[in-house]
């Protein structure tokens, strides 16, 4: 097992795409006097050191909603978190997802719901249930059709389709290449001719700006990715930015509507890129970003796009460089 599918006491390590961000307002072009930079916060509560975790905007309540991962109990989470702007706040529903990492979300806006699959727990194995979270509670949904089960997929909301799109991850026999579509009432996989090869851990974000979800890296057998891909609600589009990141599948990806930007902070490879690094995506290339302030490095942190602040907001991950209590609770925000 490679590095970037790091093992911690028998559980893999996780995820690199997390919460992506649904549906988000018009895309506002940040003037040239304002440079965004990162904000560490200060809440007095906040969820507990973890990685693997799901994160999404939920644009019916104005908060950002995190789901599970993999915590310092060396096992599975299960709870429901959400962020107003200022603070944490756990949430109690009566009913919810089973505990679980590497699970994919994204806000449906059609629905106004999130909606939740996959992941893995140790004691379930590889999961392909599909879940929606209004505000208050948790309800399982039972489409006839749906992915296969599996851990670490991809998805964004596609706005102009009104679907969640869903790429890849792995589960079953090996790394997957299917491309899903979730309508808000059933799944429906998609024959694009053209697609990404199959990878796990890409990060993947709905571009407003230009109507298409872009899919960044990812991991397969023989190492990172580094490849740019676009999808127009009926086909993928490999992109040749003459600049990108470089290749690595632990990083993490919203949508920055502020700016008119994916936003994308990452740790490359920790043996040739340690160092966290923030680039942004166009439409057309990438721009490596120098904030004034950064999070330190870090793999498999969960991002999503508060467009309630305007920001994008950090939370957790992996910290290599301190194996004593590598996972992080500390919570940033971009803009």
Known sequence: MKVSRIVITGAA???????????????????????????????????????AQAMAYDAATGTVVLFGGFGRCNCALGDTWTWDGTTWTKQAPAVHPPARWGAAMAYDAATGTVVLFGGHNSRRGDLGDTWTWDGTTWTKQHPAVHPSARYYPAMAYDAATSTAVLFGGSGGHGDLADTWTWDGTTWTKQQPAVHPPARVLAMMAYDAATGTAVLFGGDVPSGQLGDTWTWDGATWTKQHPAVHPPAQDLAAMAYDAATGTAVLFGLGHIRTHPAAATWTWDGTTWTKQAPATSPPARAEGAMAYDAATSTAVLFGGYDFTNPAHPDLSDTWTWG
Do not use: K
Request: no cysteine; charged share 5%.
């Open 13 to 51: 390590a996780v995820l690199a795409a997390g919460g992506v961000l649904g549906m988000v307002p018009a895309a506002v072009q940040a003037s040239s006097a304002s440079v965004p930079t990162w904000t560490q916060q200060a809440p007095a509560v906040h969820p507990s050191a973890r990685i």
